[in-house]
């Protein structure tokens, strides 16, 4: 008779390799500071497309410049 927990030591000894735990990789992305920021609390860094609020602003005429911190 075998023992009832005989598999799933087996298992965990053939699949332990295949989920053993990893250190997690640091994360590659660079964190650029905060370039723009409005009253509501809203903030840009300044890359990638323009956030619709500042979108808003621009289109009525505003200069982003106007939201740049300082």
């Known amino acids: 008779?075998?023992?009832?927990?005989?598999?799933?030591?087996?298992?965990?000894?053939?699949?332990?390799?295949?989920?053993?735990?990893?250190t997690p990789t640091p994360c590659l992305q660079k964190v650029h500071p905060i370039r723009f920021r409005v009253a509501e609390g809203h903030t840009w860094n300044g890359h990638g497309d323009l956030p619709e609020w500042i979108q808003r602003a621009v289109n009525a005429g505003q200069s982003p410049d106007h939201f740049s911190v300082s």
């Open 1 to 22: 008779m075998r023992e009832p927990f005989s598999f799933g030591a087996r298992a965990q000894t053939v699949l332990g390799s295949c989920f053993a735990s990893t």
